[in-house]
């Protein structure tokens, strides 16, 4: 179950130590057969999901301007998601686990990029990975339609009009 919720009040219980947080959310469909459950709770600021219309007419144009360029279109798309930013983690792994790690990655999707670069700790190398776009909330979303309608622009191949674009993207806001 995931749900809309705003945190009302955090408190100490004295005597056991743990913390009671009161949640106000927009739904109790099936909270009531999870009551008296041991639960996994993650708590992440709430965004909006991202429009599938939106998701479609990005692979739409992306297809277009692979064909007008003469590109691959898995490799224009990683070049996307390497550019938009706000979608990468950088970490220093050890030389023997940086092919594992990479296939391994890569291995949930076209999107999921890895790039390399020497790391200052010896026997160490820095890694980047890229979440795909099937991860990308709103802003992200938006900012790779935006950066692929501008170059689809930029050779000609025609796009939604402006206005149609904001109400598609402000569908999500």
């Known amino acids: 179950m995931e749900s809309k919720a705003r945190i009302i009040s955090i408190s100490k219980d004295l005597i056991s130590g743990k913390f009671n947080v009161s949640f106000a959310v927009d739904s109790i469909a099936d909270l009531e057969e999870l009551k ?3 639960l996994c709770l993650i708590v992440r600021k709430w965004r909006k999901k991202r429009s ?3 998701n479609a007419y990005f692979w739409v144009l992306l297809d277009k301007l692979a064909v007008s360029l003469k590109i691959p279109k898995d490799e224009l798309y990683r070049g996307y998601i390497r550019n938009i930013g706000g979608n990468n983690e950088t970490i220093c792994v050890q030389n023997k686990a940086v092919d594992r790690l990479i296939d391994g990655w890569q291995h949930n999707g076209t ?3 890895a790039d390399t670069c020497e790391s200052k700790i010896e026997g160490c190398t820095n890694i980047t990975l890229y979440y795909g776009s099937s991860t990308y909330d ?5 900012r790779l339609i935006d950066a692929v309608v501008q170059d689809c622009k930029a050779v000609g191949i025609e796009t939604m009009t402006p206005r149609e674009l904001e109400q598609m993207l402000g569908a999500w806001k």
């Open 52 to 54: 599938l219309d939106a």
């Open 138 to 142: 709103t802003e992200q979303m938006s």
């Open 36 to 38: 008296d459950s041991e």
């Open 111 to 113: 999107g999921w990029v």
